[in-house]
C-alpha cells in the first residue's frame, strides 16, 4: 500500500484540476506532485488521470471512483489520527490495572472510593498476580499500570514508591510470643514457619533471615493469604507479613497476634509500576496522581501496616 501523502496528493491535483494549482494550493512542488501520481497509477495499474488541456488534468471514470476512495480512506485516517491523539489528552477511560493478589482486598477499594469521590470517569479492570507476573503483564503491555511491591526491581520497569514499611511477625494468639511488643528473628528460628510461597515474595521474607545470618525451620507453604492466616491461627507456626487487616482473627475463628520485629531489616516498597516503553497518556496520569494523593499524601491505608 502506497503511504497516505501520496493519495493525499493524488487528491489534491484531482480536486484543483492539475498539477500546477495543486502546487500552489498546498505548497507542493510540482515535480513532487507528478511523481506521486505517477506511482499511484502504477501501484494500482490504473490510468487515473488524463491531460485535459495544458496545464490541466481531468479525472478518468476509474479515476473518479478511485479518488472518491481515496478521500475516505484520508478522512478515515484523519479520524482515527484525532482520535489516537485524544487518547493521551483523554482523562478519562478504562485502566487496565494489575494489583499484587494478596494486597488487592486492602488497596483496590481505597482506590475505587478516591476515583468516586472525586468525580473521576475512571473505570478499572482489575487484573490480580504474583509479583512475577505482573512484572509480565506490564513488559507485554497486557495492563496499563500496577500496584505491586518492588522487592526485586526490574529494569524493564520504572516504579514509584507510595508505601514503605517493615515486615511483622503473625503469631497465633495464646503462643508465648504474643505478649511481646516486639520478636526478634532469633526467637523464631525453632518455631516453624508460615510461608507465603509465591514468586518473588518467598524469597523476599527468606532474605530477612538471611542477612541476619539465620535460616527459618519452613513447616507449610501455601500460595493463599487466608491460609497463612488460618494456619498460624491454628498454632501451626508464625509467618512474617507486611500488611495485616483490620481483624485479628483468621477465617477459622482462631486468634491472631500483630507483632512488630525487633530486627533491622529492609522495608519493603509498595506503589506503581509501569513499563519504561509505556507513552505517557492524561488518563494514567491522572490516575496514578489519585494513588499518590490517597496512599502516599492522605496515607489511607496506614491502618494495615504494624509499627513500633
Known amino acids: 500500500m502506497l503511504p497516505y501523502r501520496q493519495l493525499s ?61 481515496a478521500k475516505r480512506l484520508i478522512e478515515n485516517a484523519e479520524e482515527f489520527e484525532d482520535s489516537a491523539k485524544n487518547l493521551s489528552k483523554n482523562s478519562s477511560g478504562k485502566i487496565q490495572l494489575g494489583c499484587f493478589t494478596p494486597t488487592a482486598a486492602f488497596i483496590i477499594p481505597i ?35 500496577a500496584l505491586t511491591y518492588n522487592m526485586f526491581p526490574n529494569p524493564s520497569i520504572e516504579f514509584e514508591t507510595l508505601i514503605e514499611e517493615k515486615p511483622y511477625v503473625m503469631i497465633a494468639r495464646n503462643d508465648p510470643l504474643a505478649s511481646k511488643k516486639s520478636i526478634a528473628l532469633k526467637e523464631l528460628v525453632e518455631k516453624g514457619m508460615v510461608s507465603l510461597n509465591l514468586p518473588l515474595t518467598q524469597q523476599y521474607f527468606l532474605s530477612c533471615f538471611s542477612q541476619h545470618n539465620l535460616r527459618p525451620k519452613v513447616r507449610h507453604q501455601t500460595k493463599s493469604y487466608e491460609l497463612v492466616r488460618s494456619l498460624v491461627g491454628a498454632g501451626e507456626g508464625y509467618a512474617i507479613m507486611i500488611m495485616r487487616p483490620v481483624t485479628n482473627r483468621a477465617y477459622n475463628g482462631t486468634g491472631l497476634a500483630y507483632i512488630p520485629l525487633a530486627d533491622d531489616v529492609p522495608p519493603a516498597q509498595y506503589g506503581l509500576a509501569i513499563t519504561n516503553r509505556a507513552i505517557p497518556t492524561k488518563l494514567i496520569e491522572t490516575f496514578s496522581e489519585i494513588c499518590r494523593d490517597t496512599l502516599l499524601h492522605e496515607k489511607a491505608a496506614d491502618h494495615y501496616f504494624v509499627r513500633r
Open 9 to 69: 496528493y493524488a487528491v489534491a491535483v484531482a480536486d484543483h484540476g492539475g498539477v500546477q494549482a495543486a502546487s500552489e494550493k498546498i505548497a507542493i512542488s510540482q515535480p513532487a506532485l507528478s511523481n506521486a501520481i505517477q506511482k499511484v497509477e502504477q501501484e494500482y495499474g490504473l490510468k487515473i488521470f488524463i491531460r485535459d488541456r495544458p496545464n490541466k488534468l481531468a479525472l478518468t471514470s476509474v479515476g473518479r471512483r478511485f479518488i472518491a476512495q
Open 111 to 145: 482506590i475505587l472510593q478516591a476515583l468516586e469521590t472525586r468525580g473521576l470517569d475512571i473505570s478499572l479492570q482489575i487484573h490480580e498476580a504474583d509479583l512475577d507476573e505482573l512484572n509480565t503483564l506490564l513488559v507485554q503491555g497486557a495492563i496499563d499500570v
